[in-house]
């Protein structure tokens, strides 16, 4: 690459040209950063702290808070540099970095929410085996796997990324380095690449995907055998929270993938690209936090904890 590429530096485009514009948005993209980080990591301390949350699925929430912090910080805090200096280039290992992590923590939270997701079918369809098969060294090692399956799944693709020759231009049209933009830069047939990026892409979105869909159809399946209106109304709200994440993080993704025909194309991809590096982050805590009883109590619990440590500093 060292002898062919003559590419040192991207220019990113952005979101905008307009600099009235560009203001406006850096100041929300902050405040939104800002609330993603607070969030996830509120969603992180309850859990940690709270012994009613010591439970497999908050384990696993907790890992995905994690990721979360790390998608949206691999993006955000170079758009808002961008924005706020108005220097819009990336150095060549700036960039391959960015779309790396982009990929490696995209791709974990798309294996932790099918685990999630596992989890959640083993606890209402097999309750009496669940406290033997999800214990926490199980819950540990499929953390370990979800994390170990990403990197071996992003690592094909990413070692022939960094073979490609970049011979100018240099200007992407998005705010942030995605291989798809990238690979219309080079200069040599890119054909395998894309490739095995759609057979990687394919099985990291939907193959999770369908592991989510089957075991919330068994879930559905289960929940309508139960007789009383009530137990079926508080089994489904357990795994309510996780189906709107689910939703939502997979709705953003495969809407990337539809490209409608026109000029408006590449505005089009940066809106639900937008969505999904920011928007996504952000409402997973919310989400959480608003229609979950056992983190609403926990986090009930943990504020009257911490009002009474501040009066007795007082």
């Given at each position: 690459m060292a002898n062919?590429?003559?590419?040192?530096?991207?220019?990113l485009l952005g979101l905008t040209n307009n600099h009235q514009l560009t203001v406006g948005l850096f100041l929300i993209l902050l405040g939104i950063y800002l609330l993603t980080l607070i969030g996830n990591m509120l969603i992180i301390m309850i859990t940690l702290a709270n012994a009613q949350l010591y439970t497999p699925m908050y384990f696993f929430l907790r890992y995905v808070a994690w990721v979360e912090i790390g998608y949206v910080s691999t993006i955000v805090p170079k758009t808002l540099a961008n924005m706020a200096t108005g220097n819009k280039s990336i150095s060549l290992a700036g960039c391959f970095t960015q779309m790396f992590f982009y990929f490696f923590f995209g791709t974990t939270e798309f294996l932790l929410l099918a685990t999630m997701s596992v989890d959640r079918y083993i606890a209402i369809c097999n309750p009496l085996h669940?406290?033997?098969?999800?214990?926490?060294?199980?819950?540990?090692?499929?953390v370990l796997c979800c994390c170990a399956g990403s990197l071996s799944l992003i690592l094909v693709p990413s070692i022939l990324f960094l073979q490609i020759p970049f011979?100018?231009?240099?200007?992407?049209?998005?705010?942030?380095?995605?291989?798809?933009?990238?690979?219309?830069?080079?200069?040599?047939?890119?054909g395998l690449l894309e490739l095995v990026n759609f057979l990687i892409s394919t099985l990291a979105l939907f193959g999770?995907?369908?592991?989510?869909?089957?075991?919330?159809?068994?879930?559905?399946?289960?929940?309508?055998?139960?007789?009383?209106?009530?137990?079926?109304?508080k089994t489904f709200s357990t795994c309510a929270s996780h189906m709107s994440v689910v939703s939502i993080t997979y709705g953003s993704c495969i809407f990337i993938y539809i490209r409608p025909e026109g000029s408006s194309q590449l505005e089009f991809n940066k809106i639900m690209a937008l969505l999904n590096t920011v928007m996504a982050p952000l409402l997973i805590p919310f989400i959480y936090c608003l229609r979950n009883k056992q983190?609403?109590?926990?986090?009930?619990?943990?504020?009257?904890?911490?009002?009474v440590f501040c009066k007795?500093?007082?």
């Open positions: 062919s590429t003559t590419v040192r530096e991207f220019i669940y406290p033997t098969i999800m214990n926490e060294q199980i819950c540990s090692l499929l011979c100018g231009p240099n200007i992407v049209n998005h705010f942030f380095c995605d291989n798809g933009f990238l690979i219309k830069l080079s200069c040599v047939d890119t999770t995907l369908i592991i989510s869909i089957v075991s919330y159809i068994k879930i559905i399946c289960t929940i309508l055998r139960i007789p009383s209106t009530t137990g079926r109304k983190v609403q109590d926990a986090l009930g619990t943990e504020l009257r904890r911490w009002v007795k500093l007082r």
